[in-house]
């Protein structure tokens, strides 16, 4: 699986966004999952000072979508 190809594949499709396959790739890039307030999800990695929260919904709204992406980058950049 090359994360980086995903993530650019995930720029033109926002709107269209499972949350299963957000996490597994969140999961794949190094984040921990924990179960936040109802629905919400946080994912937390070492290298960021921030958290991603998530709304597990079965298509993810464009917002978290573009949070995750930012945050995938900022990630793969700091593996380079």
């Given at each position: 699986m090359d994360l980086r190809r995903e993530v650019e594949a995930l720029?033109?499709?926002r709107r269209n966004v499972r949350f299963?396959?957000?996490d597994r790739l969140l999961l794949a890039a190094g984040f921990t999952r924990t179960q936040g307030a109802g629905d919400h999800?946080?994912?937390r990695h070492p290298r960021l000072r921030y958290q991603l929260v998530l709304d597990a919904r079965?298509?993810?709204l464009?917002?978290?979508?573009t949070n995750s992406?930012?945050?995938l980058e900022e990630v793969?950049?700091?593996e380079q």
């Amino acid at each position: 699986m090359d994360l980086r190809r995903e993530v650019e594949a995930l720029k033109t499709r926002r709107r269209n966004v499972r949350f299963k396959e957000m996490d597994r790739l969140l999961l794949a890039a190094g984040f921990t999952r924990t179960q936040g307030a109802g629905d919400h999800v946080k994912y937390r990695h070492p290298r960021l000072r921030y958290q991603l929260v998530l709304d597990a919904r079965r298509t993810l709204l464009p917002v978290y979508v573009t949070n995750s992406i930012r945050a995938l980058e900022e990630v793969l950049k700091n593996e380079q």
